[in-house]
């Protein structure tokens, strides 16, 4: 991002946060609307992708009404910082959205969600919507769903790239950024890899951290035949031409990230990366390619994946709490055992409420 962009950026994440810090509650049910809650990171690290995020759901909402809302109700989004701006905590926000009759309620990213999980998933009187990729974020949360990357789906997938031809041990480095998202998905893949004659060495950085020539001078010495990264993406590039500026010759591979932006691979280093099949061009069903229309006619740009997993859930949304006749504590059967179509491609739903997306492990 140059200079320029940035401070576009800035000035945009400012007015978002002074609009947000004017609410003071939410439409009430019944006035016409049906309130959706956001809880996002709108300002501060991961902002980009949380305005990506209620971008779709804002289309998604704009869809909904168009087809005639919910038995007549307007979808109206209302968004809440999970990073305080608006003076109130992630607690208070979703305590303040419930007490004004807010029943659904998406909650992202895992930096902000999964250290309230257990809380969340205590919740009886609203239905949560989790944008985040905390492995078991549904597994005890009954009143919940994920519209979302499963990060188990993708260590499954990323793990796929270590070969074990021969019986010798596989020397592998998992690093992995300093946050909750880190630790859950970092953790998981962990759990993948460390098979039968594996050396499995870990390590933690800090999110948009450009100088990796610490780490790097330890992995070289280290000998991988693998390197992992999990994080967010903003230090993808500078990572992977740190550690192979200092001698490594092997495989660096990525979860999926945000906003990728491909680079030059250095010589000698194979890099494989999972990502969704939409964000690979690789979904043209008509849901998909009205989604993309529609987010390039209103914000000029192409959506991500984050957005395409916005705009799915307000749809999906709507669907399950018409077929649950407004009740919350209903809305999960809608999802159990389901398989949806929509801007993402598919999802196929477990009976905890979990999907599997369509992720493919491909190298650049």
Same mark, same amino acid.
């Given at each position: 991002?140059?200079?320029?962009?940035?401070?576009?950026?800035?000035?945009?994440?400012?007015?978002?946060?002074?609009?947000?810090?004017?609410?003071?509650?939410?439409?009430?049910?019944?006035?016409?609307?049906?309130?959706?809650?956001?809880? +996002?990171?709108? &300002?501060?690290?991961?902002?980009?992708?949380?305005?990506?995020?209620?971008?779709?759901?804002?289309?998604?909402?704009?869809?909904?009404?168009?087809?005639?809302?919910?038995?007549?109700?307007?979808?109206?989004?209302?968004? =809440?910082?999970?990073?305080?701006?608006?003076?109130?905590?992630?607690?208070?926000?979703?305590?303040?959205?419930?007490?004004?009759?807010?029943?659904?309620?998406?909650?992202?990213?895992?930096?902000?969600?999964?250290?309230?999980?257990?809380?969340?998933?205590?919740?009886?009187?609203?239905?949560?919507?989790?944008?985040?990729?905390?492995?078991?974020?549904?597994?005890?949360?009954?009143?919940?769903?994920?519209?979302?990357?499963?990060?188990?789906?993708?260590?499954?997938?990323?793990?796929?790239?270590?070969?074990?031809?021969?019986?010798?041990?596989?020397?592998?480095?998992?690093?992995?950024?300093?946050?909750?998202?880190?630790?859950?998905?970092?953790?998981?893949?962990?759990?993948?890899?460390?098979?039968? =004659?594996?050396? +499995?060495?870990?390590?933690?950085? &800090?999110?948009?951290?450009?100088? /990796?020539?610490?780490?790097?001078?330890?992995?070289?010495?280290? /000998? #991988?035949?693998?390197?992992?990264?999990?994080?967010?993406?903003?230090?993808?590039?500078?990572?992977?031409?740190?550690?192979?500026?200092?001698?490594?010759?092997?495989?660096?591979?990525?979860?999926?990230?945000?906003?990728?932006?491909?680079?030059?691979?250095?010589?000698?280093?194979?890099?494989?990366?999972?990502? &969704?099949? /939409?964000?690979?061009?690789?979904?043209?069903?008509?849901?998909?390619?009205?989604?993309?229309?529609?987010?390039?006619?209103?914000?000029?740009?192409?959506?991500?994946?984050?957005?395409?997993?916005?705009?799915?859930?307000?749809?999906?949304?709507?669907?399950?709490?018409?077929?649950?006749?407004?009740?919350?504590?209903?809305?999960?059967?809608?999802?159990?055992?389901?398989?949806?179509?929509?801007?993402?491609?598919?999802?196929?739903?477990?009976? &905890?409420?979990? #999907?599997?997306?369509? +992720?493919?492990?491909?190298?650049?």
């Amino acid at each position: 991002m140059n200079a320029k962009c940035a401070k576009f950026f800035a000035a945009a994440c400012a007015l978002a946060a002074a609009a947000l810090a004017g609410c003071s509650s939410a439409p009430k049910f019944g006035e016409n609307v049906y309130p959706m809650g956001a809880i +996002l990171p709108l &300002t501060g690290e991961n902002a980009a992708a949380a305005r990506e995020a209620l971008n779709g759901m804002e289309l998604g909402a704009e869809k909904v009404n168009a087809s005639g809302g919910i038995a007549g109700l307007k979808v109206e989004i209302v968004p =809440r910082d999970a990073n305080g701006s608006d003076k109130l905590s992630f607690e208070e926000n979703f305590d303040a959205l419930r007490r004004d009759g807010v029943r659904v309620i998406s909650v992202g990213f895992d930096e902000v969600v999964v250290p309230w999980h257990q809380r969340i998933a205590k919740c009886d009187d609203a239905f949560v919507n989790f944008l985040c990729q905390y492995p078991p974020a549904t597994v005890d949360a009954p009143n919940s769903v994920r519209i979302f990357l499963n990060g188990a789906q993708d260590g499954d997938a990323l793990s796929k790239v270590v070969e074990r031809p021969d019986r010798r041990d596989v020397r592998i480095v998992l690093m992995s950024v300093d946050s909750m998202f880190g630790k859950a998905c970092g953790d998981y893949l962990a759990f993948c890899v460390r098979l039968e =004659r594996t050396k +499995l060495y870990t390590d933690v950085f &800090t999110q948009n951290t450009r100088d /990796f020539s610490i780490f790097s001078g330890q992995i070289k010495r280290l /000998f #991988p035949d693998y390197v992992f990264y999990v994080g967010r993406g903003g230090e993808l590039k500078s990572f992977v031409e740190s550690v192979a500026k200092d001698g490594f010759r092997g495989t660096v591979a990525s979860g999926a990230v945000f906003g990728f932006e491909p680079f030059e691979v250095p010589e000698g280093v194979k890099f494989f990366r999972t990502a &969704t099949l /939409f964000e690979l061009g690789k979904i043209a069903t008509p849901a998909s390619r009205e989604f993309a229309a529609a987010y390039r006619a209103k914000y000029g740009r192409a959506p991500t994946w984050v957005a395409a997993y916005g705009y799915d859930s307000v749809v999906e949304l709507a669907k399950a709490v018409e077929a649950a006749k407004f009740n919350p504590s209903k809305m999960r059967d809608y999802f159990k055992d389901r398989k949806t179509e929509g801007a993402i491609g598919s999802m196929e739903f477990d009976r &905890t409420a979990d #999907p599997l997306s369509e +992720l493919e492990l491909t190298r650049l």
